[in-house]
């Protein structure tokens, strides 16, 4: 059934998976979904075709129609935003709805975790990032994307244990039981494994980070050492920005439960559970509560945020 009223609309596109949410005026969830990857670094188009799959889905969940999309303000948090020319082509996009409003899929997350306020979230997901509000300014650290970045992420394992599985293939290093799984996924042929590696994305390669982490917390020296490294990645960004004042951090990310353990206790003890989630950033971008001017650098940015 369709609704005369306004409606808010949240996305959360990452590299593994897009969700969508939308809200009445009051804040009631009408309906969520989710579809697969939403980053730029697929393509506009795939990217926008998955977001109004999310977005689709959630409003048959409501009741909503196409008409509707007329009455919503939509908030997209999207990961590869950041690439040369990538927002700009977004706003040329053609949409259905009211108002929309594009930033960083870090930085909505980083305004969901703090419900907007000051603090940080570092993003352990598919990619790695640190997003950072301090005084009405927006601090990004890392997350340059897959491979040249993005330290501590699930790519980046993927990448490393796949990296030494073929050392071990040819007798150059250990065959330890997550190595040897490893070379599994490829029937223990290296050159398998180079032409997957040919066509492989990030996604890709952090389906092999559960592996990882399993073998890793059943004592795999080579699994601990690559979850001791990421760990250590993603520990510099929480220390970077203790040392600029903000005291109020987050893990967040599909791998953040897996990591935390590993983490000093110093910095365990620091981490506080996010109050809500990319998607509940996105919406607050889409309600108007923030007044998000340009942004004056690549990776350090000023913002004023009216909560």
């Known amino acids: 059934m369709a609704t005369k009223g306004t409606t808010y609309l ?4 990452g590299g593994t998976r897009c969700r969508a949410r939308i809200e009445d005026e009051n804040g009631s969830v009408l309906g969520a979904a ?7 670094r697929i393509g506009l188009e795939k990217a926008w075709r998955s977001m109004m799959e999310a977005t ?6 409501a009741g909503l129609t196409r008409e509707d999309f007329a009455r919503m303000h939509a908030g997209i948090g999207l990961a590869g935003l950041g690439r040369r020319g990538a927002e700009a082509a977004l706003n040329e996009i053609a949409h259905p709805f009211a108002s929309v409003i594009f930033i960083s899929d870090g930085l909505a997350a980083c305004l969901g975790a703090h419900s907007g306020a000051d603090g940080a979230i570092v993003v352990a997901g598919t990619g790695s990032v640190g997003v950072g509000l301090i005084d ?6 890392a997350g340059y994307g ?3 970045s993005d330290e501590g992420s699930g790519a980046d394992i993927g990448l490393q244990v796949v990296r030494l599985a073929l050392r071990a293939a040819d007798r150059r290093s250990e065959l330890t039981p997550l190595l040897s799984e490893v070379l599994g996924a490829f029937d223990h042929d290296p050159y398998q494994a180079v ?5 492989a994305r990030a996604a890709d390669y952090a389906a092999f980070a559960p592996i990882v982490m ?3 917390n059943q004592g795999d020296p080579v699994g ?7 760990a250590d990645a993603i520990g510099d960004l929480l220390d970077l920005f203790l040392a600029r004042g903000i005291d109020r951090l987050s893990l967040v990310g599909g791998l953040a439960d897996a990591i935390t353990p590993w983490l000093t206790p110093d910095l365990r003890a620091r981490l506080r559970c996010p109050d809500a989630d990319a998607a509940a950033g996105a919406l607050l971008v889409a309600r108007g509560r923030l007044d998000l001017p340009k942004r004056e650098t690549d990776h350090e940015r000023a913002s004023k945020f009216r909560v």
């Open 10 to 13: 949240g996305i959360d596109g």
């Open 34 to 40: 989710s579809s697969g990857p939403a980053t730029t």
């Open 56 to 61: 689709e889905a959630a409003a048959a969940q």
């Open 136 to 141: 009405g300014r927006e601090i990004r650290l």
């Open 146 to 148: 897959f491979p040249v």
């Open 195 to 199: 032409a997957w590696s040919e066509e």
């Open 214 to 216: 399993r073998h890793a």
């Open 224 to 230: 601990r050492r690559i979850v001791e490294r990421a």
